[in-house]
């Protein structure tokens, strides 16, 4: 395998040149105005240091220009990572201590190893277990309780949880206590970067800025509300009246040194691991598939599995947490220009000159901004629209996304998601354990065949013809026997059962057996039992057993060509369907 395929850089790297250089340059610039907020924000919604935050912004996104495949995906710390990093941590050591910073840290080593080794060994799909209503669920329910537990902040108090029925009784205890400086600084911090994100654009181009200069400049809208907050915080001395800061924090680029190695904690953060690390592979494609596929780019799945594991083998040695690809800021850096991972390169020199040159300036920060800053961003992934249309479009997957966004509120996040994920493959074998199997005859004067319930069409008397629209395996092999002999029972007539395999993709060692117990039933019935339109793939899987030389059969090319041999006579007249062609949302044809 060459090189290249590991490493996109040496690919994008040879036609890198000026132009492009200043495109990511700009970019570049806008993301990191963009990423010192929420890096700081989304450091204290994990329970860490504020700084932690610029330090996983910094050698991440340098490894993931390396490995990544995706051209404008911006990798660092996210909302829903920080979130169940913080709900992984928070039972086991105190927030913000030594031992929770080094945990972090182990966290993100055992995720990127995780996601390191699902690269090496190709095992993309398993992030395909997240369905996308889980997914939906997920982040909806994430967002809500992240708002939630940011209004502490907000209004000054101290309350704690996992879950909105621990959050909230705890925040309305805590109301009387409202510190009223810390509520103006947030509430004003709200309305400001809610205004900005829906208003601001509109305005600077009313003003005469072109618009990627209006949107460009209304990105930074945060930045100048943690400037004017921390003035404001400094000239009337807030931090004395009680407003809650940042505080110290230290300057100049983190060392390299390795996370907690305990054994023991590792075993016990190793599922957790597993759900960030799936969780924001997850996230991470969605958005880098999206974006590629405007500039008809493509992205490798394996690629992104290395690039995202490699950038948290950074953050692990580097003082850092969990990071993945971030939507608003993925979207912000495609909008802005950029056109390779150079982008990104450019972004970490940018943080850590920020870390080096501007952390003092951050001691009068208040907590309030930061969490404003994290409401306002998270609430935007909040879709409960969604739910009505999954709802509408498949009650099933509906349940499964009901199911997540209930559990990760009154649960927790761990427990929601594993309750969504679990419901859905309970739903999957639901379904597939009871195929849709339909009696088909053929359509007058073509040779098509269709469900006899639906359409007006000829049967044979003496030849059943049965279309099964699954494949074949352990969940339905018994459904399977029980559906052909129930028919049977009902046609005395019939000679001939054609199975009709044009949806069958899989027959399992189960459904082989459940294939002869069918043949020795039907045999002493006095019908024999044939198959047509069987795909390659099943073909070549029943060759490998005795099936075809012992079923006594024919496998036809086509279910006409069943016919034509099996049945010479003229069939009987068109049958009455049941439900016509408009019912067909209603059942399959």
């Not at 494609?285 to 690629?303: E, F, M």
């Not at 060759?543 to 075809?548: A, G, K």
Request: charged share 10%; with cysteine.
């Amino acid at each position: 395998m060459k090189l290249s395929h590991w490493l996109p850089c040496l690919d994008w790297g040879r036609r890198y040149d000026r132009g492009s250089a200043a495109q990511d340059g700009l970019a570049a610039l806008i993301v990191t105005l963009m990423l010192i907020p929420q890096s700081l924000a989304y450091a204290m919604l994990a329970g860490l240091p504020p700084v932690t935050g610029l330090y996983a912004s910094i050698l991440p996104l340098l490894a993931y220009a390396l490995f990544g495949s995706s051209r404008t995906l911006a990798v660092g710390p996210v909302a829903v990572v920080s979130l169940m990093t913080a709900a992984t941590l928070a039972p086991l050591f105190p927030a913000g201590s030594a031992e929770y910073v080094g945990a972090a840290m182990l966290l993100a080593l055992l995720s990127g190893l995780l996601l390191a080794a699902m690269a090496m060994l190709r095992l993309g799909f398993i992030a395909n277990f997240l369905s996308h209503p889980v997914v939906s669920g997920f982040i909806s329910a994430s967002g809500i309780l992240i708002a939630v537990g940011q209004l502490k902040h907000l209004l000054g108090v101290s309350a704690s949880g996992e879950n909105l029925p621990q959050l909230l009784p705890q925040l309305i205890q805590a109301l009387p206590g409202t510190h009223g400086p810390t509520l103006l600084i947030g509430v004003l911090s709200l309305a400001w970067l809610w205004w900005a994100r829906s208003r601001l654009k509109q305005l600077l181009q009313g003003l005469g800025l072109s618009p990627q200069l209006a949107s460009n400049l209304a990105k930074a809208g945060p930045v100048l509300a943690i400037i004017v907050a921390i003035a404001a915080v400094a000239l009337l001395q807030l931090e004395h009246a009680g407003v809650r800061v940042v505080g110290l924090v230290p300057q100049g680029l983190p060392g390299l040194t390795p996370p907690t190695m305990d054994l023991d904690l590792a075993i016990q953060l190793l599922p957790a691991a597993l759900l960030i690390s799936l969780v924001g592979f997850v996230e991470s494609v969605s958005v880098g598939q999206t974006l590629a596929a405007k500039r008809r780019q493509r992205i490798q799945p394996d690629n992104e599995l290395l690039g995202l594991g490699a950038a948290n083998i950074s953050a692990a040695f580097s003082g850092g947490f969990p990071v993945t690809g971030g939507f608003a800021r993925s979207v912000v850096n495609y909008d802005a220009g950029a056109r390779t991972p150079m982008a990104g390169v450019f972004t970490a020199l940018g943080i850590g000159l920020s870390v080096m040159l501007l952390t003092p300036l951050l001691h009068d920060l208040p907590q309030a901004v930061l969490a404003a800053t994290i409401i306002v961003a998270v609430l935007s992934l909040v879709d409960l629209k969604s739910l009505q249309h999954t709802w509408r479009y498949s009650r099933q997957d509906g349940a499964a996304q009901i199911a997540t966004l209930l559990g990760v509120l009154l649960i927790g996040v761990e427990a929601g998601i594993l309750l969504g994920v679990g419901l859905s493959l309970l739903l999957f074998l639901w379904r597939t354990s009871q195929p849709h199997i339909a009696v088909v005859g053929q359509v007058p004067g073509s040779e098509h065949f269709r469900n006899v319930e639906r359409f007006a069409v000829i049967e044979t008397p003496s030849v059943l013809s049965l279309r099964v629209d699954e494949s074949l395996y352990f969940p339905n092999a018994r459904y399977l026997e029980d559906r052909i002999g129930e028919l049977i029972a009902s046609r005395p007539q019939v000679r001939h059962l054609v199975l009709m395999c044009s949806g069958v993709n899989l027959i399992d060692a189960s459904a082989l057996d459940s294939l002869h117990a069918i043949v020795e039933r039907l045999h002493t019935a006095g019908v024999q039992l044939h198959l047509s339109e069987v795909k390659g793939p099943v073909m070549d899987q029943l060759r490998r057993s005795d099936f075809l030389e012992r079923f006594g059969g024919q496998v036809f090319i086509s279910q006409f060509e069943a016919l034509k041999q099996l049945a010479p006579v003229p069939p009987s007249p068109p049958s009455q369907p049941l439900s016509m062609q408009g019912n067909t949302h209603e059942k399959r044809s």
